[in-house]
């Protein structure tokens, strides 16, 4: 099947990508190129490839007017991951009959294949959509997309190309008892919290630590960690919590329905109920995890200085220079060593717009047992460099993932079964084929 030997293909190229581009292995990515020009030849006979910065590869299929085209996205970089714990080599791209095994099947190359073999299909079916479809496929996505996304956004904004809709990888089809609904839950990311990283400085007094005053370098730092942990930045009921909620409502009964149509109303009730699980508490408010520490050169000298990183994922409504307020506020003494990284959160798209009702319809027919709705992704994707770009961007992965199957993503043991990896061909052959 050659589906499945083009995703095995790709997974053996090892295009892991880096934070510092010195350590990351270019040849590779430029194998990536060679290996889809050599696998499709007819998308590459009939489509045009602009490459950026390299490696970060657009497609154009030209469509039957002129109006504003549409994109799908994917990446084809991947986190590091060694052979431990793996019941197959992570790029071994291993074929049990039922799996394929290996990183990125799930994250993102599974996607990146499934939508070139849907082209390919409707190609050899002389198909020619409505208006143009793109392609923008990122080669660092995991590592902030920076030179890739970040600099297709800027070839579309200066070249005056605006997408109707954007479709880049995102929620998935899960079981809804995690939610406590019956039907399956297909949740379509309509917007990004803002992640960001900063480095807070502490200063102190040097000197022996056999005289040391009242308070360190160490502690002012800790004593700012303490406090900023148990005073998180407030909750809010956001419009893209509202909409998942009021989206929920028709599969509860009773009290519990009637408080989930009226979500504002019983915002004080909701939230406590969200805020006691970790991962609906993050949809809630901005949250701020510190990740690194470092201070101290000796077990008996004051050090100087103390540092601390904060990754800091700001909510809609929230800005950055809000949680700076909040922090400051706390009345600690620091300063801003480094600014990591800084993004404020995306624009909400709009959950009655055309891509949603088109993506939500897609799903219809190839998850029938799914019900689609909208929710904040807490992770990042390359579309929050769209906004600009497009009326709206919606972020769904084709794929029906049990709980440990999305632990897999950035774990071990990460696979698609060809059941999934099927599906996800459906899904974007008729999306693409079923555009109005
Ligand atoms: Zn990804």
């Not at 109006?67 to 986190?79: I, S």
Request: charged letters at 25%; a negative charge; hydrophobic letters at 40%.
């Amino acid at each position: 099947m050659d589906a499945i030997k083009h995703l095995q293909d790709a997974i053996r190229l090892a295009t892991v990508s880096h934070s510092d581009p010195y350590e990351t292995d270019w040849s590779v990515f430029r194998e990536f190129g060679e290996f889809l020009t050599a696998s499709y030849p007819l998308i590459h006979e009939k489509m045009e490839l602009k490459l950026i910065n390299d490696f970060a590869l657009i497609y154009r299929w030209p469509g039957l007017s002129k109006e504003k085209p549409l994109m799908l996205t994917a990446h084809y970089d991947v986190v590091a991951a060694t052979d431990e714990d793996w019941e197959y080599p992570p790029f071994s791209g291993h074929d049990d009959s039922e799996r394929i095994w290996g990183r990125g099947t799930l994250d993102d190359k599974g996607s990146l294949i499934a939508i070139m073999e849907a082209a390919n299909s409707l190609l050899e079916a002389d198909y020619v959509p409505p208006y143009d479809i793109y392609f923008a496929f990122g080669f660092d996505e995991e590592v902030g997309g920076e030179l890739g996304a970040k600099e297709m956004a800027r070839y579309f904004l200066e070249n005056g190309i605006h997408f109707r809709y954007i479709l880049d990888e995102g929620g998935a089809v899960t079981d809804g008892k995690s939610l406590g609904v019956e039907p399956d839950l297909a949740v379509i990311g309509i917007a990004e919290k803002g992640n960001n990283s900063f480095r807070f400085l502490f200063r102190g007094d040097e000197g022996h630590s056999s005289m040391p005053p009242q308070s360190t370098a160490i502690g002012k730092m800790a004593a700012f960690i303490h406090d900023v942990e148990r005073n998180p930045p407030k909750a809010r009921m956001t419009d893209t919590l509202e909409a998942t909620i009021t989206a929920l409502a028709p599969y509860k009964s009773g009290v519990e329905a009637f408080a989930l149509r009226n979500p504002k109303l019983f915002s004080p009730l909701i939230s406590k109920i969200l805020l006691k699980n970790k991962q609906t508490a993050a949809m809630l408010r901005s949250t701020i995890a510190f990740t690194m520490t470092e201070a101290g050169t000796g077990h008996n000298v004051l050090p100087r200085t103390a540092t601390c990183v904060a990754n800091i994922r700001i909510v809609q409504g929230d800005t950055v220079a809000g949680i700076f307020d909040h922090l400051k506020s706390l009345g600690h003494e620091f300063e801003i060593a480094d600014e990591i990284m800084v993004n404020e959160a995306t624009a909400i798209s709009d959950v009655n717009a055309e891509g949603m009702l088109h993506t939500k319809e897609i799903i219809a027919r190839v998850f029938p047992d799914a019900v689609a709705m909208p929710y904040l992704m807490v992770g990042g994707t390359d579309s929050r460099f769209y906004d600009q770009v497009s009326d709206n961007v919606y972020r769904f992965l084709p794929n029906k993932l049990s709980g440990s199957e999305l632990d897999t993503v950035h774990g071990r043991g990460e696979y698609i079964s060809h059941e999934n990896f099927f599906k996800m061909i459906e899904f974007y052959r008729e999306f693409m084929f079923q555009l109005k």
